[in-house]
C-alpha cells in the first residue's frame, strides 16, 4: 500500500456525505437527550450554536421514546443569514457550552469523531450490499457488513491509538485476515482458569494444533528456558506493536515473557474490536483480547485480576440457564467464556488502583463459538444487524421479516420470545441483568425468523441486583447494590430506549409496522410471560414494566462528560445520568 492509497477513501464527496450523516444523528440523539431544544419554525425545527447567530435547520418526525427521526437532506446550516457548509467539526465547537464539553475533553472528543468520520467513509468504498442479499449471507459477512456502531453514541468508532494502518488491518468493517501473536508468560506472574472439566494442556493443543504448540515450545527451548515454566497468552498485534514491546519491555528483557510468534490460524475482528472470530476454524473459540485503545468512553482492556473468576461465572450462569423451565423453553442458551489467561505487572501493580488502564493490557479469554450449537438450516446473525440500514434506506430488519414470509407482528413476537422475555425473567426471577445490547446478543435465524437468542459477553456485564443473593464465592464479584428505582431501567434504558427505540422506527419508517403495532406486540409478549409465572406477581408489581414513564438515562451526556473513563467502574448506578422522563410506550396498552 502507498502513502497516498492508506487515505484515498477521504474524498471530499465522502466526507460531505459522512459529515451530514453524523451531524444528523448529532441533532437527533442530543435532542433525544435534552441537551438541545430544537424550536418550532414553521414546518422545520431549529439548533442554535452557542453565539446565537448560527443556526442548524431540519425537519423531522418525532416517535415514541422521544426519538427525532431528522431528514438528512433537509439538513442546512446558516450563520447570519449565509449558508455554510456541514461540518461536523465546527459544529461540536459551535455547541461547545451547550453540549457541557469542557476545554480538556473536546480536542479528544473531535479525535474520536473524526475516526468515527474517517471510519464512514471508509465504509462508503465499500460494495453496497442491499439488505436483502445481506439477509441470505453467512454469520462474518453480516458482522463485517455493518455501517453505524452503536446506535446511541455518536463518537462511537473512535478508537483512539489506531492509526490508519492499523484500522485498515484491525476494524471489523475491513474484513482483514489477522493472526494473532502469541506470548509465553512466565508462571510466576501468570494465571489460567478455566471452566470445569478444562485442563490447560489438552485446550491450548486443542486450540493452536500439536504442530504449533511443539514449534513454540522450540522457541522456549531454544533460549534455554523450559516450556513448563510458561502459561501461552494470545495477544492482539496491535497491543504487541504498540504497547507490550515498550511499556512491558522489562517483562520480555527478563524473560518473564518471550515472543513465540504468530499462530497459524486466521481470525476476523467482531463489532467489539477485541473479539475474534476463528476463520479457519469456525467451531473453535473466539478469542477476546486486551486491546488499550479508547473507545466509545473506555479504554478496552482486560484485567488479569478479573479474567481469573470469569470461567467459574459463566459455569454458574449457565447452570442456571440449563435448570429454569422458562429460560429453557425460550431456546435461550450463553456462550461460556471457557478459559482465561492474565498477566499480572507486579510493579505496575503497585504503582495504580485496581481500575488503572495499566493492569488491563495483558489478558485474554476463549468463548465457545455459537457455530458447532447449530442444527441444519440454521444461520447465525448479530442481533446489531437488525439495526442495519442499506445505501437505499432499506433494513436488515425489514428483509429478514420479507425473507421469513411471516407477518411482521408476528416475526416480532417470535423474536421477543427470544431475546426479550429472557431479559423479563431473568430480571423477575433471580434479579438478574445483562448488558443486552445488539453486539452482545447472536441471533439464531432460519430462514429469516428468530428461534431462538445467544447471549454473550457474560463475566463483564451481568450482574446480580438483590444485595441477599446466596452466590459462590468466586461469584460473588458480580452482586451489585443498585437503588430500587433504578432497577428496572435495566429493560427501560437498554432495551427500550437503545434497541427497540431504532427498530420500531426504522420498521415505522418503510411501512413494514406501525410504531403503535410494534410496541402492543412487546405488550403482548410481556403480559404473556407475566401471565406463565403467577409465582411472580408481587414482583412485577414491584417493578411495574406498564408504568407510565421512566427515567430518561443518558449516553452520551456520559461521554461528553469524560471520555476516557465513562462510567466510574466502583459505583455504575451512580454514574448514571438521569435527565426527566420518557412516556413509556407500553404503558397504554
Not at 148 to 164: S, Y
Not at 294 to 299: T, V
Request: charged share 25%; aromatic share 10%; net charge negative.
Amino acid at each position: 500500500m502507498t502513502l497516498a492509497d492508506a487515505v484515498a477513501h477521504l474524498s471530499p464527496e465522502r466526507w460531505e456525505k459522512a459529515n451530514r450523516h453524523l451531524i444528523r444523528k448529532a441533532l437527533a440523539e442530543f435532542a433525544h437527550e435534552r441537551l438541545i431544544t430544537p424550536e418550532k419554525d414553521g414546518d422545520a425545527y431549529v439548533v442554535r450554536g452557542d453565539d446565537g447567530l448560527t443556526s442548524y435547520r431540519f425537519t423531522a418526525v418525532r416517535r415514541a421514546l422521544d426519538h427525532w427521526r431528522i431528514d438528512p437532506d433537509s439538513l442546512s446550516r446558516t450563520r447570519d443569514g449565509a449558508e455554510l457548509p456541514l461540518v461536523a467539526l465546527d459544529f461540536f465547537v459551535e455547541l461547545k457550552d451547550t453540549l457541557g464539553l469542557s476545554d480538556e475533553i473536546l480536542p479528544v472528543y473531535l479525535e474520536e469523531i473524526s475516526s468515527t468520520l474517517s471510519g464512514t467513509c471508509y465504509k462508503l468504498t465499500k460494495p453496497q450490499v442491499p439488505a436483502a442479499e445481506l439477509a441470505r449471507s453467512g454469520f462474518q459477512a453480516i458482522e463485517t457488513g455493518m455501517t453505524e456502531g452503536h446506535p446511541c453514541f455518536v463518537a462511537n468508532n473512535g478508537r483512539l491509538g489506531f492509526g490508519i494502518h492499523a484500522y485498515l488491518s484491525y476494524a471489523p468493517e475491513t474484513a482483514s485476515p489477522v493472526r494473532l501473536v502469541w506470548l509465553a508468560a512466565h508462571r510466576s506472574r501468570a494465571a489460567f482458569t478455566a471452566g470445569v472439566g478444562i485442563e490447560y494442556e489438552t485446550f491450548v493443543r486443542e486450540e493452536l494444533g500439536e504442530a504449533t504448540v511443539e514449534r513454540f515450545h522450540g522457541v522456549l527451548r531454544e533460549q534455554g528456558l523450559d516450556p513448563a515454566d510458561y502459561l501461552f497468552i494470545p495477544v492482539h498485534p496491535w497491543q504487541w506493536w504498540n504497547k507490550l514491546t515498550v511499556t512491558f519491555a522489562a517483562e520480555v528483557a527478563r524473560r518473564n515473557l518471550v515472543c513465540l510468534g504468530e499462530g497459524d490460524d486466521e481470525y476476523l475482528a467482531q463489532q467489539s474490536i477485541r473479539t475474534f472470530f476463528n476463520r479457519s476454524h469456525p467451531e473453535k473459540h473466539y478469542v477476546k483480547t486486551a486491546l488499550s485503545v479508547l473507545n466509545m468512553g473506555f479504554m478496552r482492556g482486560l484485567s488479569a485480576a478479573y479474567m481469573e473468576a470469569t470461567p467459574a461465572i459463566n459455569d454458574w450462569l449457565a447452570q442456571l440457564v440449563e435448570g429454569d423451565t422458562v429460560l429453557k423453553s425460550t431456546g435461550l442458551t450463553i456462550i461460556r467464556e471457557r478459559a482465561a489467561v492474565g498477566y499480572r505487572h507486579l510493579e505496575y501493580e503497585k504503582a495504580t488502583d485496581r481500575y488503572s488502564p495499566y493492569r488491563k493490557m495483558l489478558a485474554a479469554l476463549w468463548r465457545e463459538s455459537p457455530v458447532a450449537g447449530l442444527q441444519e438450516g440454521e444461520s447465525l446473525a448479530t442481533m446489531a444487524s437488525l439495526l442495519h440500514v442499506d445505501h437505499e434506506g432499506a433494513s436488515f430488519a425489514a428483509a429478514l421479516i420479507e425473507r421469513s414470509g411471516l407477518a411482521p407482528a408476528q416475526w416480532l413476537r417470535q423474536y421477543l420470545r427470544a431475546y426479550f422475555v429472557p431479559l423479563l425473567h431473568s430480571f423477575y426471577a433471580y434479579d438478574l441483568v445483562y448488558m443486552p445490547h445488539g453486539e452482545n446478543v447472536i441471533l439464531v435465524l432460519r430462514d429469516g425468523a428468530v428461534q431462538r437468542a445467544i447471549y454473550k459477553d457474560i463475566a463483564e456485564e451481568i450482574a446480580v441486583m438483590d444485595p441477599d443473593a446466596v452466590l459462590p464465592p468466586e461469584v460473588r464479584r458480580i452482586r451489585v447494590e443498585v437503588p430500587e428505582d433504578k432497577k428496572l431501567l435495566s429493560i427501560f434504558t437498554d432495551v427500550f430506549d437503545c434497541f427497540f427505540r431504532f427498530l420500531a422506527a426504522n420498521l415505522a419508517d418503510e411501512g413494514v409496522l406501525e410504531e403503535d403495532d410494534f410496541w402492543r406486540t412487546v405488550a403482548d409478549v410481556t403480559r404473556e410471560y407475566q401471565a406463565s409465572v403467577p409465582e411472580l406477581a408481587e414482583k412485577f408489581e414491584r417493578y411495574d414494566l406498564f408504568a407510565p414513564e421512566f427515567a430518561l438515562s443518558c449516553l452520551n451526556r456520559l461521554q461528553l462528560r469524560d471520555n476516557r473513563q465513562m462510567v466510574d467502574l466502583a459505583d455504575p448506578s451512580g454514574a448514571l445520568q438521569l435527565i426527566g422522563t420518557l412516556d413509556n410506550p407500553v404503558a397504554r396498552f
